[in-house]
């Protein structure tokens, strides 16, 4: 592996050749997270694939020129030809590799594989999920000079990455943008010296033997397991969402309000979130309608007399989405009056759905004791039902899901291990 300039980039890359090449930055969390996976296939793949790397800011022109806006972004090239997808943000080692073996011959791919030597390391405490429950337990660990390991299958930060504005984690007089505080905890505790495995995939989680195997042949082994992988947000189950979802319907507001300027869009929910993000997505859109299936809001009083009093919002209670449709640059959401059964078309620009979360055990579900809506259960030291396993945050049973209550379960979890671990 070797990094060269733009100045080299015609006679390195598009002289012929097969090549991946990394644009990367400094001080860039995502970049950090792919370093030791390009290093590591480097050496797997490096006698027939070229790994280059080149810095993007010191070579803004050729960046533009490729039109490489992001860091990292890895560009994969066969005799001079770009080829396959270009890969951004927190990039899994599986689609690195995907990309690799697309440009090679089979048999060379297999002996290749054969000859991927299987890893093992061992921590003290591995830690599912690097949301601000996951993260402020890795910094107490931390400096309690427990080794530990931040496992995420995406980057670190949760949910608070792409929340839009915090207004209510203490210490901050004004709102905070979601991702500098996810950022701001996610460096506090990497600066500490937590060891982070992020963006990878998992495929075995073993919670008795306390094993985790990360992109297939990587085994990280630990005393103690805490479970901080959080929620997924609920779908609505309408015909049409699954396919339209990225597509006209979205779950996150800060991701994707921008690309409503002074459009229409629907809101499905009335909780917290939906009631919140729906005065963000306001910033951006012309009207907003909510629907929501009751017959007033969940959301907490303040929240509710905002959108009220919001010109742009309107909502239409006890309706619940039937079908979502595109027809042409629309999408038609098709709701249902609960009482009165009648249905009606509603044609927006897109569709933002915020309707409720499930917690994220797909990998450990048969082996936990779970409340009634699957969450884990746990007891005041956030121990679950299996020895040595402790779960903390959203993935919990409990009443609030907050930043500050999974910071709180966070840090209860980490005294009460570094104190067995004693
Ligand atoms: C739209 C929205 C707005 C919100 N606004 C606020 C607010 O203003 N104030 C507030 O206090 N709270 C807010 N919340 C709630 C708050 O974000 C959560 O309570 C908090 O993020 C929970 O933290 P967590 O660490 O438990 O989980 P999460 O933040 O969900 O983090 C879980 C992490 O686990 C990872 N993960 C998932 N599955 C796995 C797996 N199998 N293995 C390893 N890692 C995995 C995920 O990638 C993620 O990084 C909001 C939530 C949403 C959805």
Not at 36 to 45: A, Q, T, V
Not at 253 to 277: F, L, Q
Not at 306 to 319: D, M
Not at 412 to 418: L, P, R, T, Y
Request: with cysteine.
């Amino acid at each position: 592996m070797r990094e060269i300039t733009g100045a080299e980039f015609d006679n390195e890359v598009l002289n012929g050749g097969k090549v991946v090449l990394d644009f990367f930055s400094t001080e860039c969390p995502p970049c950090e997270a792919l370093a030791s996976k390009f290093e590591d296939l480097s050496r797997l793949y490096g006698s027939d694939i070229k790994f280059l790397k080149i810095f993007r800011q010191g070579n803004r022109e050729l960046a533009e020129k490729l039109g490489v806006k992001s860091s990292p972004t890895l560009l994969f090239f066969n005799n001079g030809q770009e080829v396959s997808t270009r890969l951004t943000g927190g990039i899994k080692k599986s689609d690195i590799i995907h990309n690799l073996d697309s440009v090679l011959p089979a048999d060379k791919v297999k002996e290749i594989k054969s000859l991927i030597k299987p890893s093992v390391s061992e921590f003290d405490v591995i830690i599912l999920g690097a949301g601000p429950g996951g993260l402020t337990a890795g910094l107490y660990l931390c400096q309690s000079k427990i080794n530990t390991v931040l496992i995420d299958i995406a980057l670190p930060g949760g949910h608070v990455a792409t929340t839009h504005e915090v207004s209510n984690y203490p210490g901050f007089i004004e709102p905070q943008a979601g991702y500098m505080l996810s950022h701001s905890m996610s460096e506090q505790t990497k600066l500490c010296g937590t060891i982070y495995k992020v963006a990878v995939d998992i495929t075995r989680v073993d919670l008795e033997k306390k094993e985790v195997i990360i992109d297939e042949y990587e085994t990280v082994k630990a005393k103690r397991i805490i479970i901080a992988t959080g929620t997924t947000p609920n779908l609505t189950g309408a015909p049409g969402e699954k396919e339209l979802k990225g597509k006209g319907i979205s779950y996150c507001a800060t991701c994707d309000a921008k690309y409503y300027n002074d459009k229409e869009v629907i809101v499905i929910g009335g909780g917290n979130s939906a009631v919140e993000e729906s005065e963000y997505i306001t910033r951006f859109v012309n009207k907003l309608t909510i629907v929501h299936q009751f017959d007033k809001l969940t959301a907490n009083k303040q929240a509710q007399d905002r959108v009220f009093k919001n010109p742009k919002i309107n909502i239409l209670f006890e309706n619940e989405p039937r079908a979502f449709i595109k027809e042409g640059d629309k999408i038609v959401t098709e709701v249902e009056n609960v009482k009165t059964k009648e249905r009606q078309k509603l044609v927006s620009d897109g569709v933002f759905i915020f309707i409720g979360m499930k917690p994220n055990i797909d990998l450990f579900r048969d082996k936990l004791e779970l409340d009634s809506w699957g969450f884990i259960k746990t007891d005041e030291d956030m121990r679950t039902s299996v020895q040595g396993v402790y779960a903390v945050g959203d993935v919990i049973s409990k009443k609030y899901r907050q930043i500050t209550t999974a910071v709180a379960d966070g840090t209860i979890a980490a005294m009460a291990i570094a104190k067995e671990l004693d």
